[in-house]
């Protein structure tokens, strides 16, 4: 049986794609390491890395658990984010709109998943009767979603995002893009302090 495996830039995945109907066993792998299959495309797709699938379709019979297990080990991605980091957005024409996103798994070295949160306010301080600068604190233990996002769609499973940068060194200070108007830069301290305005 003859694969073929292929990075898919876009969504930061793997797909393989077999000159035969792969046997149960593989197939049984595949779907422990969380691939899925494309009925239409017919690829198998998933986001392990390319070491671990290899192995697997080589006939590794390592349990799927001690694959996830050595993913798992790596903490951090090749911008320094971690689960639990938090990005914030300000956005807005006719007034500042200010949100939080929260990391809540890594996807290969450059993307992560997020989903919209809120942090605790701290301090507030009035700027004009529709304007405050507002102290938040970074909490870094994964907290709950809120309850609506402009900007994410399944806020139970985040949405994937890809990180990028404008640095000199293309790593430093991360972010990622919410739409054409906004996005969302890693936070980095104990707190943030933000500009809002609104309009009744």
């Given at each position: 049986?003859?694969?073929?495996?292929?990075?898919?830039?876009?969504?930061?995945?793997?797909?393989?794609?077999?000159?035969?109907?792969?046997?149960?066993?593989?197939?049984?792998?595949?779907?422990?390491?969380?691939?899925?299959?494309?009925?239409?495309?017919?690829?198998?797709?998933?986001?392990?890395?390319?070491?671990?699938?290899?192995?697997?379709?080589?006939?590794?019979?390592?349990?799927?658990?001690?694959?996830?297990?050595?993913k798992?080990?790596?903490t951090?991605?090749?911008?320094?984010?971690?689960?639990?980091?938090?990005?914030?957005?300000?956005?807005?024409?006719?007034q500042?709109?200010?949100?939080?996103?929260?990391?809540?798994?890594?996807?290969?070295?450059?993307?992560?998943?997020?989903?919209?949160?809120?942090?605790?306010?701290?301090?507030?301080?009035?700027?004009?009767?529709?304007?405050?600068?507002?102290?938040?604190?970074?909490?870094?233990?994964?907290?709950?979603?809120?309850?609506?996002?402009?900007?994410i769609?399944?806020?139970?499973?985040?949405?994937?995002?890809?990180?990028?940068?404008?640095?000199q060194?293309?790593?430093?200070?991360?972010?990622?893009?919410?739409?054409?108007?906004?996005s969302?830069?890693?936070?980095?301290?104990?707190?943030t302090?933000?500009?809002?305005?609104?309009?009744?």
């Amino acid at each position: 049986m003859n694969y073929t495996i292929t990075a898919n830039t876009e969504f930061n995945s793997l797909e393989i794609t077999f000159d035969e109907k792969p046997s149960e066993t593989i197939r049984k792998a595949l779907k422990d390491l969380k691939y899925r299959w494309h009925s239409v495309k017919k690829i198998w797709y998933g986001y392990s890395d390319k070491e671990t699938l290899e192995k697997v379709l080589a006939g590794d019979n390592t349990p799927a658990e001690t694959h996830k297990t050595k993913k798992a080990e790596r903490t951090e991605n090749i911008f320094g984010v971690k689960v639990g980091d938090v990005f914030e957005s300000s956005w807005g024409y006719e007034q500042t709109n200010v949100d939080f996103f929260q990391v809540i798994a890594l996807v290969g070295e450059k993307s992560v998943r997020v989903r919209e949160v809120y942090l605790p306010m701290i301090k507030q301080e009035a700027v004009s009767g529709m304007s405050a600068d507002r102290t938040y604190k970074i909490v870094n233990d994964i907290l709950p979603a809120a309850p609506h996002s402009v900007f994410i769609k399944d806020q139970e499973k985040g949405d994937l995002k890809r990180l990028k940068s404008y640095s000199q060194d293309g790593k430093s200070n991360p972010l990622f893009d919410l739409s054409s108007f906004a996005s969302a830069h890693l936070i980095t301290g104990e707190q943030t302090i933000t500009y809002e305005s609104w309009y009744y």
